[in-house]
């Protein structure tokens, strides 16, 4: 067997001395290196995110952040602050690590509580802290500081009566509670009334301050409460004031009255009044008879037009320094009503063009209204921009009463129920309803999709308001107890988003008309809410549109271009 291993041992040995043959049986494994498809990959970012996973869990945690990406272990979030000072704590001492306004401080407390207690280890009087308990300005509770507030101020009360007692004082003052002595030292009594010093005598440069200080103060009171001041003035146009008859020039003629009752839509335009410098802002026709119409410019000037006759400016009233925002005549036509942007509300007389008086509460009158009853013609109603509806007697000059419920500036005031009650509608996208001399709303219609309505319109029926709303429609509301909006009524059509176009009824109810942003009259048929007709008026905006009360088929318009039609 020996022989037979060692023979094995030697033929391998010559195995390897021999070159190898060319056979596939005898030639040796060879190792081909392995080929990937996939495209190589650079893994060194891999590898930093690795690394940096391994630091978050290492790394303690910054006390002022508010964020932490990851769970922290409990050594990490217990781990003492690393780093150098604050940068920007004066103490190096950063703002969220404070307990008290100069850094952090440990309390007395902490420092009598270790022992031993020993004079050396402490700096100050530790009689006092060991008698105060370790009480300290940091950790004494709110009732023993108001305590010793309270125990100090007695202190200096009982000094200043112990350095006044020095003068010779009657005893029997001190006992007697109808003196003042007992008065000063018992300051404390809750009926003691407040102690006034002695009034010395004012010197002569005091007196002069206080007298102009008092007259500038009374002059800057009056020019904020009441607007500006205007000298008012008036010129008549027209041939004389009284025709052969001695009539006035504002008397309707006789024979004025409806042609027929049927209102029909005009078609072209009849004449054009133009005398304002700047845009006309309203127009409002003579009460019943038409044979005058009224203008309000931004001009700051008031004018009154014919209409049957010559067709010529009358009369101009010039009594505000700012554009006039709204007109209102009285029932009878004699008198009207003016309100300006410079804070005051005016009351003409028509004929001389007379001021009769005016008023103001040094806000904007954004409407101006008469109660319609002819027993209440002395009442006015004016809407402001500081959310109010003011009520005066035009008699007195006195306000008699103010409905204060808006919560933005009012732009229309309309009487409904007979005069009874009226409704108004203001900036903050509301109808509110009041009865007439009660501050007190009645009614307050408000939804999510009402937008401002700054022109509204009574129907002639009495039945019906109609009311601009600004996004470009029309909307109608009963004027019956509940102020229903009328779903099936809606005109639209007309762009008027951000004008405060009037919106007006034909007199006999048949037609709603409105002006738009875009120069045009719209006329509407009531019973079918349909367009009926469109006329283009304006360059510009049309602002205002109204009805003749007599001439069944005449509209008149105004623009901001500064002319009046009429249609």
């Not at 732009?411 to 509608?425: A, G, K, L, Y």
């Not at 008026?537 to 049309?542: A, F, K, L, S």
């Not at 009805?547 to 009429?566: F, N």
Request: aromatic share 10%; glycine share 8%; hydrophobic share 30%.
């Amino acid at each position: 067997m020996d022989l037979l291993q060692t023979y094995a041992d030697n033929s391998e040995g010559e195995d390897q001395n021999h070159q190898p043959s060319s056979s596939p049986d005898s030639s040796p494994l060879r190792l081909i290196p392995s080929k990937s498809t996939a495209p190589k990959v650079d893994d060194t970012m891999l590898a930093l995110t690795v690394a940096k996973a391994h630091q978050a869990h290492s790394k303690p945690i910054d006390p002022t952040q508010h964020v932490v990406a990851f769970n922290p272990t409990y050594d990490q979030l217990w781990a003492p602050i690393y780093g150098p000072a604050h940068p920007y704590a004066k103490d190096g001492i950063a703002q969220g690590m404070r307990n008290h306004k100069l850094g952090f401080a440990t309390t007395s407390w902490d420092l009598l509580r270790t022992p031993p207690l020993a004079r050396n280890n402490y700096i100050g009087d530790l009689d006092a802290l060991q008698k105060n308990d370790a009480i300290s300005v940091y950790n004494i509770p709110q009732h023993e500081q108001k305590k010793r507030k309270f125990d100090k101020k007695k202190e200096m009360e009982m000094e200043e009566d112990d350095v006044g007692g020095e003068s010779e004082v009657d005893p029997t003052e001190i006992d007697n509670p109808a003196s003042d002595v007992w008065l000063m030292t018992n300051k404390r009594s809750p009926w003691a009334g407040k102690k006034e010093g002695v009034q010395t005598d004012l010197t002569e440069e005091q007196k002069k301050y206080a007298e102009e200080y008092a007259r500038k103060k009374e002059e800057k009171g009056h020019q904020g409460e009441k607007g500006e001041h205007v000298v008012d003035k008036t010129t008549f146009h027209g041939k004389e004031e009284r025709d052969y008859q001695g009539r006035s020039w504002i008397a309707p003629p006789k024979d004025a009255k409806a042609t027929n009752d049927h209102c029909y839509i005009p078609k072209r335009l009849v004449h054009t009044w133009s005398g304002h410098t700047k845009g006309v802002s309203a127009i409002r026709f003579f009460p019943k008879y038409g044979h005058l119409i009224l203008s309000s410019g931004m001009d700051t000037k008031v004018k009154i037009w014919d209409v049957f006759n010559s067709g010529k400016c009358v009369r101009t009233y010039m009594g505000h320094s700012k554009a006039v925002r709204d007109i209102s005549f009285c029932n009878d036509g004699t008198k009207f009503l003016t309100a300006g942007y410079d804070k005051n509300i005016k009351y003409w007389d028509t004929e001389t063009g007379q001021v009769i008086s005016t008023f103001s509460t040094g806000k904007i009158p954004y409407v101006v209204k008469l109660n319609p009853d002819e027993d209440k013609q002395n009442i006015l109603l004016a809407g402001m921009s500081d959310k109010k509806i003011v009520q005066w007697d035009i008699s007195t000059g006195q306000i008699t009463q103010e409905y204060d419920q808006h919560l933005g500036a009012v732009n229309t005031i309309t009487f409904v129920d007979n005069n009874r009650r009226f409704v108004t509608s203001s900036d903050d996208k509301s109808l509110r309803v009041w009865e007439f001399g009660i501050p007190v709303v009645i009614k307050y219609i408000s939804e999510p999709h009402m937008h401002s309505m700054p022109s509204i319109s009574p129907h002639p029926n009495t039945n019906w308001l109609a009311a601009q709303s600004l996004d470009n429609q029309i909307l109608i509301y009963g004027t019956r107890e509940r102020f229903q909006l009328n779903k099936k009524k809606r005109f639209a059509g007309h762009i008027v988003a951000g004008y405060a176009c009037q919106v007006n009824f034909s007199p006999d109810g048949r037609f709603v008309m409105s002006g738009d942003g875009e120069g045009k009259c719209w006329f509407w048929d009531w019973k079918s809410c349909k367009v009926f007709r469109t006329l283009k008026c304006h360059e510009g905006v049309c602002i205002g549109c109204e009805w003749h009360p007599l001439e069944q088929s005449k509209v008149a318009t105004c623009g901001w271009d500064g002319l009046i039609k009429y249609w």
